[in-house]
């Protein structure tokens, strides 16, 4: 009878720890947050490195982008629109100053590319996500040089959006 319950408390046991590890593979990926920014006029959340990798600003222009930046290896703008990829390859082709060196990912709706103003090379995305019946134009902010894994960090993180869903009516 004692061996019937060690085994019955074993299986028990194992049980509960095998549902915990589900919750784990759900888990929110460390030093990573979701970003809701409804506030800020646009139905999605993304998410973005936490405010350990630096200070978290959401900043709303006056032509309607929404930048993002976390310190200097986060900075993403956004804003609702079809976008064109063909006309983004096509300016990054054609950039007299910023010159063109390399496709990194070619994507029917993304693109990122290595390019040099000087001798070291800088890294930036363009993609179009859509996230419900909306689309948005997501690319990195002009100005930093980014590494390659640092721009395939905010393009996955571009890629990611999720519409985020209206609270529902209060009763």
Known sequence: ??????????????TLMSCGGKKETT??????????????????????PDSSKGK???VDQSWGATEIKVGKEFQVSISEGEGDISLAKSDVKNNDVNKFQKYIVEEPTAILYESKIT???????????????????IED???????????KNMLE?????KEKAPAAPKS
């Open 157 to 161: 993180s571009a890629k990611a959006i």
């Open 119 to 137: 001798e070291q090379p800088e890294h930036h995305f363009y993609a179009v996500v859509k996230a419900g019946a909306k689309s948005f134009v």
């Open 56 to 58: 978290v600003e959401v």
């Open 27 to 48: 888990a929110k990926v460390p030093g990573m947050m979701e970003l809701d920014l409804t506030s800020h006029g646009l139905p999605i959340t993304i998410t973005i």
């Open 141 to 151: 902010i002009k100005g930093e040089m980014f590494s390659e894994q640092l721009a």
């Open 1 to 14: 009878m004692k061996n019937l319950i060690t085994l019955l408390f074993i299986s028990f046991s194992i």
